[in-house]
């Protein structure tokens, strides 16, 4: 089984930051993308940023310039610096990791979320 872990979330002013961490631990052969979703209250699941094996990233048009999606392969981490924070940032931030537990098979895995609140 695997556990996406996440943690850093809290209280910040506006223009604040704050970095995210997600851990994946359990049966992992490997991880393809990695990437952060967030969920404001009454609005859908969104995109905040993605990042491949390779390096490569995808950010949100809204975040652009203030979020930095990074990870560590060998420690199966994902990491979300987020700067100039604004009242409109707050949600629930969710890990999202595609994982393969053996040659071929991999299995889209979400962590439980942490909540980010930006005060004005």
């Known amino acids: 089984q695997v556990q996406l872990v996440e943690s850093g979330g809290g209280l910040v002013q506006a223009g604040g930051s704050l970095r995210l961490s997600c851990a994946a631990s359990g049966r992992i052969f490997g991880i393809n993308a990695m990437g952060w979703y967030r969920q404001a209250p009454g609005k859908q699941r969104e995109l905040v940023a993605a990042?491949?094996?390779?390096?490569?990233?995808n950010y949100a048009d809204s975040v652009k310039g203030r979020f930095t999606i990074s990870r560590d392969n060998a420690k199966n981490t994902v990491y979300l610096q987020m700067n100039s924070l604004k009242p409109e940032d707050t949600a629930v931030y969710y890990c999202?990791?595609?994982?393969?537990?053996?040659?071929?098979?991999?299995?889209?895995?979400w962590g439980k979320g942490t909540l980010v609140t930006v005060s004005s």
């Open positions: 999202n990791a595609d994982i393969f537990y053996t040659v071929g098979y991999a299995v889209d895995y």
């Open positions: 990042i491949t094996s390779g390096g490569s990233t």
